[in-house]
C-alpha cells in the first residue's frame, strides 16, 4: 500500500484541513465540539416541537437517529399540528472528551446536565465521516453523574481511542453487542449484576407468561457503520464502550382472546392489525464500562453496563 501523503492547510476560519489517513490527530477542538452541541441542540428543539424528523436528521445517526426517527413519526400521527407539550431542552455545563485517532470517523464525546430526565448527565457521542459533513449525534445516554468515569489524557488533554478489536479489554468493543444479546437470552457472568442485566432479565422473567398473554423476546447485535461501538480509555486502564442491539418483542394472546389495546404511540408505528399477536422492534444504545483483561473480582472480570436508552422503532399485528 502506497504511503498516504499527509497535506495541512489552514482554512481562513483556522481550522486545519487534513488530507490522507494515517495521520494521528483530534477529533475536532474544543470550540468546534461547543458548536456541534448547540446545533443539534437547536435542531432537536425544532423537530421535537413541530414533530418532524426531517428537522433534524442531520444532526443524528445510529442508534439515536432510529429511535428519535420514530419518536417524532408516531408523535406526527397522534398530534399532527405538532408537540403540545413541547419543553425546549438544554444542556448546561458541558465537558468534551475528544479522542485522537488516524482516519473516519472522527468522533469525540459530550457529557452536559440536562433539564429533562432528572439528575443525570446527557453522555452524547459525535461523530462524522469527513470534514464536509456536519456532525452527528450517534449515541445518547443518561447517566448518573457519579457514574462518568475519569477518561485517561496526554499532555495537551486529548483522550485515547481504543480499537474495536483490542484484546487488552475483559472483553473486545467489537464483540460487546454480540455479547449482550447473547447475555439477555442465556444468562451468564460476562456482565456484572445490575438493572440493566440481571434486572432487565429478572423482569421479563417475570412478564414472559402471565394468564391469557404470552412474551417472546429476541436480541440481536448491530454493529454495522454509525452503530458501530466506540470506546475511550479510561484512567483505570479500562475502557468506556459505546454500543448498540435490536430487540423484539412479541406478544400472543391465548386462543379466544386477543391482545391488549397497546398506547397510541405503538399504535401509530404499528402495520397490520392486532388481533392474535403483536410484534415490537426496538433499538438500544448502551454505555458499559470493561475492566482491563486482567483484572480481579470474584467472577473475573466483567462488563458493567452503566446506562441504556431504548426505543420502540416499529411494530406488526397480526
Known amino acids: 500500500m502506497a504511503v498516504a501523503v499527509t497535506v495541512l492547510s489552514l482554512t481562513a476560519s483556522g481550522c486545519v484541513v487534513v488530507h490522507g489517513e494515517r495521520e494521528v490527530l483530534p477529533a475536532t477542538t474544543p470550540a468546534e465540539a461547543a458548536r456541534a452541541l448547540d446545533q443539534f441542540t437547536a435542531a432537536y428543539n425544532r423537530a421535537d416541537r413541530a414533530y418532524d424528523s426531517s428537522l433534524d436528521a442531520d444532526y443524528v445517526t445510529g442508534a439515536?437517529?432510529?429511535?428519535?426517527?420514530?419518536?417524532?413519526?408516531?408523535?406526527?400521527?397522534?398530534?399532527?399540528?405538532?408537540?403540545?407539550?413541547?419543553?425546549p431542552l438544554t444542556l448546561t455545563d458541558a465537558k468534551f472528551t475528544i479522542p485522537k485517532k488516524a482516519g473516519w470517523p472522527r468522533w469525540f464525546v459530550a457529557d452536559a446536565k440536562g433539564n429533562k430526565g432528572g439528575n443525570v448527565r446527557w453522555l452524547m457521542v459525535f461523530l462524522r465521516y469527513g470534514l464536509s459533513e456536519k456532525w452527528k449525534v450517534a449515541y445518547l445516554t443518561l447517566v448518573a453523574p457519579r457514574k462518568v468515569p475519569e477518561f485517561k489524557k496526554d499532555a495537551d488533554g486529548l483522550a485515547e481511542a481504543i480499537p474495536a478489536n483490542t484484546t487488552e479489554l475483559a472483553m473486545a468493543p467489537r464483540d460487546m453487542s454480540q455479547a449482550y444479546a447473547t447475555y439477555l437470552q442465556k444468562g451468564g457472568k460476562t456482565f456484572a449484576p445490575g438493572a440493566h442485566t440481571t434486572g432487565w432479565r429478572e423482569q421479563r422473567a417475570r412478564n414472559a407468561s402471565r394468564p391469557g398473554l404470552a412474551r417472546q423476546y429476541i436480541d440481536q447485535p448491530v454493529t454495522d457503520g454509525a452503530f458501530a461501538p466506540l470506546a475511550l480509555r479510561t484512567a483505570d486502564g479500562g475502557a468506556l464502550v459505546f454500543f448498540t442491539t435490536r430487540h423484539y418483542?412479541?406478544?400472543?394472546?391465548?386462543?379466544?382472546?386477543?391482545?391488549?389495546?397497546?398506547?397510541?404511540?405503538?399504535?401509530?408505528?404499528?402495520?397490520?392489525?392486532?388481533?392474535?399477536?403483536?410484534?415490537?422492534?426496538?433499538?438500544?444504545?448502551?454505555?458499559?464500562?470493561?475492566?482491563?483483561?486482567?483484572?480481579?473480582?470474584?467472577?473475573?472480570?466483567?462488563?458493567?453496563?452503566?446506562?441504556?436508552?431504548?426505543?420502540?422503532?416499529?411494530?406488526?399485528g397480526a
Not at 413519526?73 to 413541547?86: L, Q, S, T
Not at 398506547?263 to 415490537?280: C, D, F, P, Y
Open 249 to 316: 418483542e412479541k406478544q400472543t394472546a391465548a386462543q379466544g382472546t386477543t391482545v391488549p389495546t397497546p398506547n397510541k404511540n405503538v399504535q401509530a408505528l404499528t402495520t397490520g392489525e392486532i388481533r392474535q399477536s403483536l410484534t415490537m422492534e426496538f433499538f438500544s444504545n448502551q454505555v458499559a464500562l470493561a475492566p482491563p483483561r486482567n483484572a480481579g473480582g470474584p467472577s473475573g472480570p466483567q462488563v458493567s453496563v452503566l446506562a441504556r436508552v431504548q426505543g420502540l422503532t416499529s411494530a406488526r
Open 64 to 87: 439515536l437517529g432510529a429511535i428519535d426517527a420514530a419518536r417524532l413519526k408516531a408523535g406526527r400521527v397522534n398530534n399532527p399540528g405538532g408537540n403540545p407539550a413541547h419543553t
